[in-house]
């Protein structure tokens, strides 16, 4: 599943592209009215970059290339001319040089962009800090958390891309479970410190997984759920979370409610 640290290391890979031309190509008819190609015709590739679950893709005449592959979108990165699993024909975006060919499949968002529009975006616009970003404040982070809903969850909290971008429902679990707090916790069971101390710790953990270079996620509890904690071998719970419903897994064990022990929630 496409999280901040998939989309990083999607941005490091396309990286040579940058300072050249590409070869630009929108095989779907249903994407001619970008008119894409002829937009970017000649210009010059000056910048790739994450910006939580959004790519952006920059050109020197300032137009930018927007993408987000929400739950099936995937890039596919390689040689020029390689065999794919997908026919090129059915490719959202193909951007290519002589050496490299990137190419988007089933992409969920793709949209040229003026910089006026991407200041004005509605959902870049809303970002909290990018969790990869070497300088994250987790304090500005757990400012804006303080800014959400009463009941949200810290499960909640993390997912909030206005918060912080870049955690996707498995990075999610995996966070929560390390700092040993039950996904159920209402944020407003934490004191400021604690909330900074989750948000700087999800940083921490998907900063050390882009720097491994490691192609899987160091997963411990997602997706096992009925069998062993890691830990203590209590049976990992799952259970649907939140407006969409996505899939939370944790030990009831190593991650106690907080809910009820809380003098703020008394
Ligand atoms: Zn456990």
């Not at 929108?26 to 000649?42: I, N, S």
């Not at 106690?256 to 008394?266: E, I």
Request: hydrophobic share 40%; charged share 25%.
């Amino acid at each position: 599943m496409p999280e901040g640290d998939t989309l990083e290391l999607i941005a490091r890979r396309l990286q040579p592209l940058v300072g050249g031309v590409p070869h630009i190509e929108t095989p779907l008819a249903r994407h001619a009215p970008l008119r894409l190609a002829e937009q970017l015709a000649g210009q010059t590739l000056t910048a790739i970059e994450a910006r939580g679950k959004h790519l952006l893709i920059r050109f020197d005449s300032g137009l930018i290339i927007h993408t987000h592959l929400r739950m099936s979108g995937r890039w596919d990165i390689g040689a020029p001319g390689r065999p794919t699993r997908r026919s090129r024909t059915t490719a959202w975006l193909i951007l290519k040089d002589d050496d490299l060919e990137a190419i988007l499949v089933n992409g969920a968002v793709l949209e040229l962009l003026t910089p006026a529009q991407l200041s004005l975006h509605p959902s870049l616009r809303l970002l909290g800090p990018d969790v990869l970003a070497p300088d994250f404040d987790a304090t500005a982070a757990a400012a804006r958390a303080r800014r959400g809903a009463p009941e949200q969850t810290v499960a909640d909290v993390l997912l909030d891309q206005r918060v912080l971008a870049g955690v996707g429902n498995v990075w999610k679990s995996e966070i929560l479970f390390d700092c040993q707090l039950d996904p159920r916790t209402p944020a407003a069971a934490l004191d400021d410190a604690e909330l900074s101390a989750l948000l700087q710790r999800a940083s921490e953990l998907m900063q050390a997984h882009v720097a491994s270079g490691a192609t899987q996620r160091p997963v411990r509890i997602y997706g096992r759920g009925g069998r062993d904690c890691p830990v203590c071998g209590t049976d990992i719970r799952a259970r649907a979370q939140g407006d969409e419903g996505r899939r939370t897994f944790w030990c009831p064990t190593c991650q106690p409610s907080r809910a009820a022990a809380s003098p703020k929630n008394a």
